[in-house]
């Protein structure tokens, strides 16, 4: 199947982070384990590696379904392959983990569950927006700068 070209990545009103790094695919092979003689790569697996634009965290893919008092951070978050393929690195590992700390923290403050943050999208959530200003205010941005909804490619955003 053919993959549809991207002007730029998703936007997201529930954004606690941001990242960028290259999509970096490694082999999805047809045996298991990797190593096991006569191994090949699968076909029409490996579909995109190169550049990647920048992103942004979605609050919602950290928090796990039935479970209350549990943030997922890091290369755990809920995510197709393909993202996980730029999820993996330092840079986002530290922005996920610091939105993680400081969503817990202002949930434990405000004595409400963190999906209570996000149950009621797509309509305006004040308390996120509240969330989402203590971030930017320590220091982890929840979007890259002049990125709208109303800009349609990553050139608009130089």
């Given at each position: 199947?053919?993959?549809p070209q991207?002007?730029?990545a998703t936007i997201f009103p529930d954004s606690v982070g941001i990242g960028h790094y290259a999509i970096d695919f490694?082999?999805?092979m047809t045996k298991s384990p990797a190593e096991a003689p006569g191994n090949s790569e699968r076909a029409g697996i490996r579909r995109g590696q190169g550049s990647a634009y920048p992103f942004q965290i979605p609050l919602r893919a950290m928090i796990p379904q039935q479970i209350d008092n549990l943030l997922v951070a890091g290369k755990t978050i809920a995510t197709s392959y393909i993202a996980a393929a730029?999820?993996?690195v330092h840079s986002f590992?530290?922005?996920a983990g610091?939105?993680?700390?400081?969503?817990i923290d202002?949930?434990?403050e405000r004595g409400i569950?963190?999906?209570e943050l996000i149950d009621d999208m797509p309509s305006k959530e004040w308390e996120l927006e509240v969330l989402q200003g203590r971030l930017q205010e320590n220091g982890n941005p929840t979007a890259f700068p002049e990125t709208s909804i109303f800009n349609n490619t990553w050139d608009e955003w130089k």
């Open positions: 199947a053919e993959m991207r002007a730029r490694h082999p999805c730029a999820y993996r590992e530290w922005s610091a939105a993680a700390g400081t969503t202002f949930a434990l569950f963190p999906d």
